[in-house]
């Protein structure tokens, strides 16, 4: 199976011609989720199942736009937000078809919780 862009385009048509030229977009340079669930898969047959998870987790945030990342990312700091606010968080994230990420979210929730490290609210 040929490695593609988020866009569909062909990692073959991504060449600096094409850039200096102007003919790729965001979109071309981002990876697309199959190529990291394949990624994932062969992790898991190398005995890596923590990477195999993240691979899997980082084909799911591709759905999301950069802000929206970046939001989660920033929301996850310590101190940065309730348990509430991250219970919002991981809900928007299962709306978006990401299961795992959103489990993840509930469980760094728990783990702050536990050891003092979110807002209150």
Do not use: F, W
């Amino acid at each position: 199976m040929k490695c593609r862009a988020l866009s569909g385009r062909a990692l073959a048509d991504i060449t600096l011609e094409a850039a200096a030229q102007g003919d790729l977009s965001a979109a071309d340079l981002r990876i697309h989720p199959g190529t990291l669930r394949r990624q994932a898969e062969v992790a898991e047959r190398h005995g890596n199942p923590q990477l195999a998870d993240n691979l899997r987790r980082a084909a799911e945030l591709t759905a999301l736009g950069d802000e929206e990342l970046l939001a989660v990312y920033e929301a996850l700091r310590p101190g940065r937000s309730s348990r509430a606010e991250l219970e919002a968080i991981a809900v928007r994230l299962e709306a978006a078809g990401a299961p795992s990420c959103a489990a993840l979210v509930r469980e760094a929730a728990a783990a702050g919780a536990r050891r003092g490290l979110l807002r209150p609210g």
